[in-house]
C-alpha cells in the first residue's frame, strides 16, 4: 500500500512541480520593473558632477539595489604598512557609514599589497574591523605595485 502511494505521487511529483514553475512568471511579470534595482554613483556631500566632457574613469562608490560597490582605497602619504592599513580601512568605514552601511555588512574585501612581505603586519590592523563574522576576502600581491606609492589598495562588496 505505501508503495503504491508513493508511486502515484512520484507520477504527479513532475506535472506540481512544472505547474509551479509555469505559474512563477506571471507573478514576476505582474509586478512590473518596479522592483529591479537602479545604479546609483555615490558622490560625497558637495561634490561636484563629473564634467561631462571629461567624464571619470571609474566612480569611487556605486550603490545598487541593496549593493555598495567601493572601488580600491590606497593611501598615498609617508607611512609603513600598519599606517597605510589603517588609514585605508578608516576611509572604507567612513565611505560605507555615509551610504548608510557599516564594515559589519561586507561581504567581499579584495586586498591589494605592494609586497607580500606585509601580510602579517597587515593582518594585524584587519583583524577585527569587520566585525565578528567578516565576509570574504582574497589577497593579492600587486605586480608592479600599487599606484601612487600606497602599500596597500582595498576594495570592497557591502549591503545597506
Known amino acids: 500500500m505505501a508503495k503504491s502511494n508513493r508511486r502515484a505521487f512520484l507520477k504527479k511529483a513532475p506535472a506540481v512541480a512544472a505547474a509551479a514553475v509555469v505559474a512563477a512568471p506571471s507573478t514576476s511579470r505582474a509586478q512590473g520593473t518596479a522592483d529591479k534595482p537602479v545604479k546609483k554613483i555615490f558622490r560625497a556631500a558637495g561634490a ?52 548608510g552601511s ?25 583583524k577585527g574591523k569587520f566585525g565578528p563574522e567578516p565576509g570574504v576576502r582574497t589577497t593579492f600581491a600587486a605586480a608592479g605595485g600599487i599606484p601612487r606609492n600606497s602599500l596597500v589598495e582595498i576594495d570592497c562588496i557591502a549591503y545597506i
Open 102 to 126: 557599516s564594515m559589519e555588512k561586507v561581504l567581499k574585501v579584495n586586498v591589494y599589497l605592494n609586497d607580500l612581505k606585509d601580510y602579517a603586519a597587515m593582518n594585524d590592523v584587519f
Open 48 to 99: 561636484k558632477p563629473p564634467d561631462p566632457a571629461n567624464p571619470p574613469l571609474f566612480n569611487g562608490t556605486v550603490l545598487y539595489g541593496n549593493l555598495v560597490f567601493i572601488s580600491g582605497i590606497g593611501y598615498h602619504q609617508a607611512g609603513d604598512i600598519t599606517v597605510h592599513t589603517t588609514k585605508v580601512l578608516e576611509q572604507m568605514k567612513s565611505q560605507l557609514e555615509a551610504c
